[in-house]
């Protein structure tokens, strides 16, 4: 027996980039930001491409963080034209196609202190959509018992968000691991599938799933389409949510399926009309303030952002300044780019650019005093944090469950946001950013 799935995930809806953004711009008037749009035009076209398949798929199925909020960052709710995008698409979808969906519950969208979940009253309003959630897997674990949907040619076991640290607090770690072996087995001989939100990083992806022998797991959280191992992958994210996806491919992955075979997956990439730049530049030893953003300018020409406003192709840029000159300091640096943004961002500036966002790493003195400019500091007060974090492990000791490279980037990214570093909070997603 054969099936065939589409597999996407990490949609986001809601996604509000604030930093750096210019005012006054609408993807719909007086109802979306032009670049929150962005990922409601990314959902839709992700089902309508998933609609013209030809052979159809049996199901869809997302792997988790359908909206952006709540979560650790922001825990108020998705805006409402979120929930209305999920609604309207996903009901035209399974009404022309009569194609089911599934859409589990990740980190985002999920209410960490509520016994409530925002995919239930999703489900109530869409004929047709399953969802999987925190409270649905709680339940299952505590009643004994497996979640799985079952469709026509297909059984998929859900495994919603769970936070290793929850699991750990409250002593479930080997009670998890027992729940999946014992009551998440493939009980018929046609495709299985699992699917999943969490990563190796922060460890809420769970080994054991890789042992019950399904022939596909559909993963989620990790923002890259990417293989994990040869039945199992990552769709990624749609839209570029942070800059370092600036050069990932985006998309959605089909999937067919064999019982006991490895599965065929074929990458669908989008295309995207809206630059993101993600670039360094680098200091000169005898640069100024004023000839860091004459060099900025010459940069955005080059790269043909100096040009007339276009709503539907305005570049999204970070810029991560790198080096250091001893002729200007931090804060007369940070003055100039502020000015060049505001100039960059303005009415009528003459660069079509929709977003202007930058960080600094300068690797020199700074001639400013420090005890007067606190908030810029932006060097180490140590030499090599993370060789030294480690030194430091070595005097301890440590629980041998814990893991040693994921507790040193979480005291060197902390140290990179109490510095400056890094540009606005310490979340779990701060610690899977790449460098750019």
């Given at each position: 027996?054969?099936?065939?799935?589409?597999?996407?995930?990490?949609?986001?809806?809601?996604?509000?980039?604030?930093?750096?953004?210019?005012?006054?711009?609408?993807?719909?008037?007086?109802?979306?930001?032009l670049l929150e749009n962005d990922f409601y035009e990314r959902f839709a076209e992700l089902f309508d491409k998933i609609a013209g398949l030809d052979p159809p798929v049996d199901v869809v199925i997302h792997s988790g963080?359908?909206?952006?909020?709540?979560?650790?960052?922001?825990?108020?709710q998705p805006p409402v034209v979120a929930q209305e995008i999920a609604i309207s698409v996903l009901q035209n979808f399974i009404k022309k196609t009569r194609i089911p969906v599934l859409i589990l519950e990740g980190n985002?969208?999920?209410?960490?202190?509520?016994?409530?979940?925002?995919?239930?009253?999703?489900?109530?309003?869409?004929?047709?959509?399953?969802?999987?959630?925190?409270?649905?897997?709680?339940?299952?674990?505590?009643?004994?018992?497996?979640?799985?949907?079952?469709?026509?040619?297909?059984?998929?076991?859900?495994?919603?968000?769970?936070?290793?640290?929850?699991?750990?607090?409250?002593?479930?770690?080997?009670?998890?691991?027992?729940?999946?072996?014992?009551?998440?087995?493939?009980?018929?001989?046609?495709?299985?599938?699992?699917?999943?939100?969490?990563?190796?990083?922060?460890?809420?992806?769970?080994?054991?799933?890789?042992?019950?022998?399904?022939?596909?797991?559909?993963?989620?959280?990790?923002?890259?389409?990417?293989?994990?191992?040869?039945?199992?992958?990552?769709?990624?994210?749609?839209?570029?949510?942070?800059?370092?996806?600036?050069?990932?491919?985006?998309?959605?992955?089909?999937?067919?399926?064999?019982?006991?075979?490895?599965?065929?997956?074929?990458?669908?990439?989008?295309?995207?009309?809206?630059?993101?730049?993600?670039?360094?530049?680098?200091?000169?030893?005898?640069?100024?303030?004023?000839?860091?953003?004459?060099?900025?300018?010459?940069?955005?020409?080059?790269?043909?952002?100096?040009?007339?406003?276009?709503?539907?192709?305005?570049?999204?840029?970070?810029?991560?300044?790198?080096?250091?000159?001893?002729?200007?300091?931090?804060?007369?640096?940070?003055?100039?780019l502020e000015n060049f943004r505001l100039k960059v961002l303005s009415q009528d500036s003459g660069y079509n650019v929709a977003q202007f966002v930058w960080s600094t790493r300068q690797t020199v003195d700074s001639e400013?005093?420090?005890?007067?400019?606190?908030?810029?500091?932006?060097?180490?007060?140590?030499?090599?944090?993370?060789?030294?974090?480690?030194?430091?492990?070595?005097?301890?000791?440590?629980?041998?469950?814990?893991?040693?490279?994921?507790?040193?980037?979480?005291?060197?990214?902390?140290?990179?946001?109490?510095?400056?570093?890094?540009?606005?909070?310490?979340?779990?997603?701060?610690?899977?950013?790449?460098?750019?």
């Amino acid at each position: 027996m054969s099936a065939r799935i589409a597999h996407i995930s990490d949609t986001h809806l809601g996604s509000r980039p604030r930093d750096g953004v210019r005012h006054n711009i609408w993807g719909q008037e007086m109802r979306t930001q032009l670049l929150e749009n962005d990922f409601y035009e990314r959902f839709a076209e992700l089902f309508d491409k998933i609609a013209g398949l030809d052979p159809p798929v049996d199901v869809v199925i997302h792997s988790g963080d359908l909206y952006n909020s709540p979560w650790e960052g922001n825990p108020s709710q998705p805006p409402v034209v979120a929930q209305e995008i999920a609604i309207s698409v996903l009901q035209n979808f399974i009404k022309k196609t009569r194609i089911p969906v599934l859409i589990l519950e990740g980190n985002h969208g999920l209410y960490r202190l509520l016994e409530v979940s925002l995919l239930d009253g999703l489900k109530l309003a869409v004929p047709g959509l399953d969802v999987a959630t925190q409270q649905d897997i709680k339940a299952a674990i505590r009643e004994e018992r497996p979640l799985v949907y079952s469709y026509k040619n297909l059984d998929v076991f859900c495994f919603p968000f769970i936070d290793h640290a929850v699991l750990r607090s409250s002593d479930m770690i080997t009670k998890f691991d027992d729940w999946i072996t014992s009551q998440q087995k493939r009980e018929r001989l046609r495709p299985a599938i699992g699917v999943a939100h969490g990563m190796d990083l922060d460890k809420t992806l769970h080994n054991a799933i890789f042992s019950m022998n399904y022939d596909y797991i559909a993963l989620g959280h990790d923002h890259k389409q990417r293989k994990q191992s040869s039945n199992a992958w990552y769709a990624g994210c749609p839209e570029r949510w942070r800059f370092d996806e600036s050069t990932h491919d985006k998309g959605f992955l089909v999937v067919d399926l064999k019982a006991g075979k490895e599965p065929l997956v074929t990458p669908h990439i989008l295309e995207f009309v809206r630059p993101v730049l993600n670039e360094k530049l680098t200091f000169a030893e005898d640069d100024t303030a004023d000839s860091l953003t004459a060099r900025l300018h010459t940069w955005f020409s080059e790269k043909g952002l100096v040009a007339e406003w276009d709503a539907k192709t305005a570049a999204r840029v970070r810029i991560v300044f790198e080096g250091g000159s001893h002729l200007v300091s931090s804060f007369d640096l940070g003055i100039a780019l502020e000015n060049f943004r505001l100039k960059v961002l303005s009415q009528d500036s003459g660069y079509n650019v929709a977003q202007f966002v930058w960080s600094t790493r300068q690797t020199v003195d700074s001639e400013y005093v420090a005890a007067s400019y606190p908030e810029i500091e932006s060097e180490y007060l140590i030499e090599d944090p993370e060789n030294d974090f480690r030194d430091y492990l070595d005097t301890l000791d440590i629980d041998k469950s814990l893991d040693l490279d994921t507790l040193t980037k979480i005291a060197v990214t902390s140290l990179e946001f109490s510095v400056g570093k890094k540009d606005g909070k310490m979340t779990s997603e701060s610690l899977m950013e790449e460098d750019p």
